[in-house]
């Protein structure tokens, strides 16, 4: 079986990528370098050993639960669950039960969720990954919550359905399995109008989504160029907050030497002061490169709960 098709639960058979000038845009699908493998071995446990007899006690849970329907032929697909619970395969199952319980409780923003139907929240391009991954093999997810969101033309709604693409992309890497993804909130220029956007019950949903059901090491969420008034955004969320992620929250300000010390400036483009030569890529090019994964999104919303 060819690399592509291992990884996808879909007919995809070609690696979805976007030519850039000199870089080429992609989902990087190659199997992790020795250096990702020694922190798979180090962080997660992961042993061909241990990977295997992980893979069949998962398999044996999920044959057992007559509730769901998932693609147990894939092994790319249950390894995407074990990698975040070290290879423990009752956590992944409970990890995965989470997952679905997750899209069920909020079957509204999930009903046939794919970039094809979700092109404003890209072309507003205030939601981006950076071209290259840090210094620690992790994706970078950045959101411009600020002067750039234009929130009478996209919602906050939508602004959760792109993340949820992006890190569903991001899931099908090996790499970013193992290491993980950070994100960037800059919320230089936010306004009162646009604090009143973020209610109890988004709060609410966005840390439920990043504490309990994604399958992805989310490893830090950097807080840039806030001003005062983000007190009261971080106040509705804090509630619901659990101390790991609440730990793994940093506010920055306009501090980049603070920046610097997680994210190294040969990652980071100039408007950051980074020194990365790549030039950014944006909403729009990304979106060309999600619309080529169409079909595989469309495959994994075909999975989770029987209808009852």
Known sequence: MDKVSRHMLSDVTTLPAVQLGDFLLQIELDDPSESVREIARRELRETPEVVKHAIEDLKKLLEDD??????????????RFLRPCKFYPESAYDLIKRYY????????????LTPSKEQNIFNQNILTVLPTRDQFGRRVLVLELGKKWKHNKCSLDEVFKGCVLFLEGAMLEPETQVCGAVVIFDMDGLSMQQVWQFTPPFAKRIVDWLQESIPLRVKS???????????????????????????????????RDLLYKHISPKCLPDNYGG????????????????????REFKAINSYGYKKK
């Open 66 to 79: 007559k509730d769901l329907h998932v693609p147990l032929h894939s092994e790319a697909w249950l390894v």
């Open 275 to 294: 020194t990365l030569t790549i030039p950014p890529v944006t909403g729009p090019q990304w979106l060309e490169l999600l619309l080529l994964c169409d």
């Open 101 to 112: 319980s997750f899209k069920v409780k909020h079957q509204s923003h999930y009903e046939g």
């Open 221 to 255: 969420l950097y807080i840039i160029n806030q001003p005062f008034i983000f007190n009261m955004v971080f106040q509705v969320f804090k509630p619901f907050l659990h101390e790991k992620l609440r730990s793994r929250i940093i506010f920055m300000g306009k501090d």
